[in-house]
T-cell receptor, first 115, second 111 residues
């Protein structure tokens, strides 16, 4: 089954304790992206990756890191989480061909609370 | 001004009603557009793609007006199961697949 998986699904942590949210896709997609969703603000892009070893900042990258060592995996790292990073996080993947934007497939989401 | 703007709703409609959502976008160079459906803080799922002037899929019709820079979604014969938040999305023009999401329009269909 084609899917994007994220782990953990729920996480409560304390300020400053490093954490990693994993994301994996089995569709051989080149493009992967991380979003956060907050009430009234919609989905905002944190980081994206066009392919292995190619990553770039989205609209709200501060406080986050990513890596893309393998095509299928795109972990999101919070080196020193703060309460304003409490949010619902989604990983997504899609094809990446030419100039058009293609539909993105989303993971089930990770609900993060930082106290 | 937000790049993609939607009326947040909620739209409360009875079963069987026809309901329409509009969405405006600011980037005139956008080439592709989508409607996603999101249930109760679950992951967004693609409802329809809109690459040209419009698209129809069963009870759902999406239309694109490039001159006025808006996209619409029409739902006919609403079902209880249509209750969800509908996200309007515009695709970037820079060739790197950036999608800009609206904040969503909430639809509640009641018996």
């Amino acid at each position: 089954e084609a899917q994007v998986t994220q782990n953990p699904r729920y996480l409560i942590t304390v300020t400053g304790k490093k954490l990693t949210v994993t994301c994996s896709q089995n569709m051989n997609h080149e493009y992967m992206s991380w979003y956060r969703q907050d009430p009234g603000l919609g989905l905002r892009q944190i980081y994206y990756s066009m392919n292995v070893e190619v990553t770039d900042k989205g609209d709200v990258p501060e406080g986050y890191k990513v890596s893309r060592k393998e095509k299928r995996n795109f972990p999101l790292i919070l080196e020193s989480p703060s309460p304003n990073q409490t949010s619902l996080y989604f990983c997504a993947s899609s094809l990446s061909l030419g100039g058009l934007s293609y539909e993105q497939y989303f993971g089930p989401g990770t609900r993060l609370t930082v106290t | 001004r937000k790049e993609v703007e939607q009326d947040p709703g909620p739209f409360n409609v009875p079963e069987g009603a026809t309901v329409a959502f509009n969405c405006t976008y600011s980037n005139s160079a956008s080439q592709s557009f989508f409607w996603y459906r999101q249930d109760c803080r679950k992951e967004p799922k693609l409802l329809m793609s809109v690459y040209s002037s419009g698209n129809e899929d069963g009870r759902f019709t999406a239309q694109l007006n490039r001159a006025s820079q808006y996209i619409s979604l029409l739902i006919r014969d609403s079902k209880l199961s249509d209750s969800a938040t509908y996200l309007c999305v515009s695709g970037g023009s820079g060739g790197y697949n950036k999608l800009i999401f609206g904040a969503g329009t909430r639809l509640a269909v009641h018996p």
